[in-house]
């Protein structure tokens, strides 16, 4: 049996999931885009006992899941054409290549944390979940969420102190 979400709950999961999906991507159209898909998705495996953090926590994180995919795709696609078309990939200014390598550097910081604490700093402040979502939607304690922050923070600040080093 389907529920229905009132109105302002349906804005909600919207905003949370374009909010999350902008961060990431930094184009309004493809975030709206993300956004939309993610409620129509939440609104599809609606169920009566559905909590709203629950399904704000979700909403968040298929956003960020959906919208890394995307920039995956989409930087394998540039690999591509710049293999078949040099010249295309030459098209970037000196401030893009300076925030894609500060952005590589983040990325590669971020890998390099374990799996549990990368996916909480990632619904944190990519996501702007509160706690208590993040709980619910890594299937944690909240206590648990606030170490693997504090953990994921002091190790992302070793991980990028590394890699400065070596760029």
């Known amino acids: 049996m389907n529920a229905v979400l009132p109105a302002d709950s349906l804005l909600d999961l919207t905003r949370t999931a374009f909010n999350s999906a902008l961060r990431i991507l930094g184009d309004r159209d493809e975030a709206l885009d993300i956004a939309?898909?993610?409620v129509v998705n939440v609104h599809g495996r609606l169920t009566a006992q559905a909590e709203p953090v629950q399904l704000r926590a979700y909403a968040a994180r298929a956003a960020v899941n959906r919208a890394l995919n995307l920039k995956r795709d989409?930087?394998?696609r540039l690999d591509k054409l710049a293999a078949i078309r040099p010249e295309a990939a030459r098209?970037?200014?000196e401030g893009r290549a300076?925030?894609?390598?500060r952005r590589a550097v983040l990325d590669a910081a971020l890998a390099a944390l374990a799996e549990r604490q990368g996916e909480a700093l990632t619904l944190r402040f990519l996501g702007e979940l509160s706690i208590a979502e993040i709980a619910a939607a890594?299937?944690?304690s909240e206590g648990a969420?606030?170490?693997h922050l504090v953990r994921g923070l002091l190790n992302l600040k070793k991980n990028?102190?590394?890699l400065e080093g070596v760029l």
Do not use: C, F
């Not at 300076?98 to 390598?101: G, K, L, T, V």
């Open 160 to 162: 990028l102190e590394e």
């Open 91 to 93: 098209g970037n200014t």
């Open 98 to 101: 300076e925030h894609a390598q």
């Open 145 to 147: 969420v606030k170490t």
């Open 138 to 140: 890594m299937g944690i």
């Open 36 to 38: 939309q898909d993610v």
């Open 74 to 76: 989409s930087a394998r």
